[in-house]
């Protein structure tokens, strides 16, 4: 008896002076660190998705068309597992919308829990405003169901118009059900039983993974954690803690690293958006950049006969032309950005747009001056 009880002190003592390193670890953070929580991902951490066919009932008339034929089938088959025998032909689904039903399932979801169900319109339903979802079974991909979901739509918008005009805000066709999901089938798994958790980094670098390594050995005291490759870092469970997982995880996701990640300049013609990230760096360079602008313009001048003009002489059309050419001058700017803010400062300086921007940076990474991967979106 003596001996079990100094091994349970013994335990306990070591808990705790390993949940108070964890607390000193966490108060010795850098001015640039971030939660390992925000930049990963923990194995058995997850949401499942779940689906579902439905029907919305309660349209305004502003349900699906009689052209939806899988509409008017699955009316018919409803009524008939309630017991009531119609003719297909006399169904009129204006007031009724065919939806798919899409849910997220954390895996700690238990029977009884509730969901936020999304529900969309799939025919040619013009709204979902004011519809009510029918009791709609959830599957999972093993094709088990997990949820069922039933409920009011809530729609962030609003369709109204008339003959000759129409008015709309949002989607109307899209809705969410608010907890509108019960769970009545857990996820056959496990926290706790759990010996070895694998961290899923966001980013692929072997710097920030072995940052990870050692902050996380260097909270638990011991070579537990090893990483896998760039972005993957695996955790053996601690002896102490296998079967309470739980306590070792909530201090682990609050270890703060400092990650790093490669130089990328990010793109996007579209709108002409430049994103450059904070190890962007520039070698010496020259830029110059200007723009031609030819502008074309056509006029017609009429042409009349003078008073004394011969006999046959016509008024007759006379065309002008204007050629206006305008370059800008813009000198020849040095540019040394060793730095992410010379670089915005120089291409500021020679009043280049976003749009001049994109070209600028792709004639940089062309002439070997710019050290960062450009992605164009």
Known sequence: MTTGTKTKKGTAGLTAAML???????????????????????????????????????????????NSAFTTT??????EKMGVRVDRSAIKPSNVAAVMVTAKMPVSSKPGSTLDVT?????????????????TPLKGIDGQIYALAQGSLTLGGYSAGGDAATASKNFVTVGRIPNGASVERAVKFKFNDQNKITINLEMSDFGTAMQVVNRVNGA?????????????????????????IVPLMASL???????????????????GTIV???SVRLSKVAVAHGNLQVVVSESTDVSQPGPFAPQGAETVETPQTDVDIQEDNNRLMLVEGATLQELVDGLNAIGATPRDLISILRTMKAAGALHAELEVI
């Open 20 to 66: 108070f390193l964890f607390v000193m670890v966490l108060c010795s953070t850098s001015a640039e660190a971030v939660r390992l929580k925000d930049i990963a991902a923990f194995s058995g951490v997850r949401t499942n998705e779940l689906v579902g066919y439905g029907l919305v009932v309660g349209l305004s008339g502003t349900g699906d068309g009689s």
């Open 220 to 244: 638990i005291g011991g070579g537990y954690a090893h990483a896998v490759d760039a972005s993957t870092v695996e955790l053996k469970v601690p002896r102490q803690f296998r079967g309470n």
């Open 119 to 135: 529900v969309s319109s799939i025919g040619d339903a013009d709204s979902l405003v004011g519809g009510v979802l029918l009791m």
């Open 253 to 271: 996701e609050n270890l703060e690293v400092s990650p790093d990640d490669k130089a990328k300049v990010v793109v996007d013609e579209k709108t």
């Open 74 to 79: 699955s009316m018919v088959n409803m009524l």
């Open 276 to 278: 450059l990230g904070r």
